[in-house]
C-alpha cells in the first residue's frame, strides 16, 4: 500500500487526509493519463508543426513552383 501511495499523482496525493479510503485502480489511471499527457506534450514540441507553419510552407512552395513554371522556356506537353 505504502508503495503505491508513493506514486500517486500530485493532484491526488495533495487531496488526501489520513483515513481517506482510496481507488487504487483510479489512482494508477489517474497517473498514466497524467505520464501520457506529458510524454505527447513532449513528442508534439519535438517532431509536430502548428497549422500556421504548414500553411507558410505550402504557400512558399505554391509561390516557387508558380516561378519556375513561369521562367519554363518551353510549355509543358501533356
Do not use: Y
Not at 499527457?37 to 502548428?50: I, P
Amino acid at each position: 500500500m505504502v508503495r503505491w501511495l508513493s506514486k500517486l499523482s500530485s493532484q491526488v496525493f495533495d487531496r488526501l487526509q489520513m483515513g481517506d479510503l482510496i481507488n487504487l485502480r483510479q489512482a494508477r489511471k489517474s497517473r498514466k493519463r497524467a505520464e501520457d499527457s506529458n510524454k505527447s506534450e513532449a513528442n508534439r514540441l519535438k517532431h509536430g508543426r502548428t497549422k500556421a507553419d504548414k500553411r507558410l510552407a505550402a504557400l512558399t512552395k505554391q509561390r516557387q513552383d508558380s516561378i519556375v513554371d513561369g521562367a519554363r522556356l518551353e510549355p509543358e506537353e501533356d
